[in-house]
């Protein structure tokens, strides 16, 4: 079992910036993939990026050209870039690890606030 705490979350201005960040207990490179996911009230929780131990990433389209994730193996820590905030952005933010077998592991979540 791993252990993902995130970070950096808070409120913002429209048009700013957050780094959202997701330490992990382990090894993340013994990952299938790592990924941040965003629930926003009232709605399903939805994937934002994800980061494939190949390198592969992809994004959701509402917020490509604005967010970037990466990952640093040597921290055990992926993180998520956030640019060009709008409100609609606004949710709590869930870091995830997908092992290659077995079931995916959550972090408790970090909110973000992008006031307009």
């Known amino acids: 079992q791993v252990q993902l705490v995130e970070s950096g979350g808070g409120l913002v201005q429209a048009g700013g910036s957050l780094r959202l960040s997701c330490a992990a207990s382990?090894?993340?490179?013994?990952?299938?993939?790592m990924g941040w996911y965003r629930q926003a009230p009232g709605k399903q929780r939805e994937l934002v990026a994800r980061?494939?131990?190949?390198?592969?990433?992809n994004y959701v389209q509402a917020v490509k050209d604005r967010f970037t994730i990466s990952r640093d193996n040597a921290k055990n820590t992926v993180y998520l870039q956030m640019n060009s905030l709008k409100p609609e952005d606004t949710a709590v933010y869930f870091c995830a690890a997908d092992p290659f077998t077995g079931a995916r592991a959550w972090g408790q979540g970090t909110q973000v606030t992008v006031s307009s």
């Open positions: 980061i494939f131990s190949d390198g592969g990433i």
């Open positions: 382990r090894s993340i490179s013994s990952f299938n993939a």
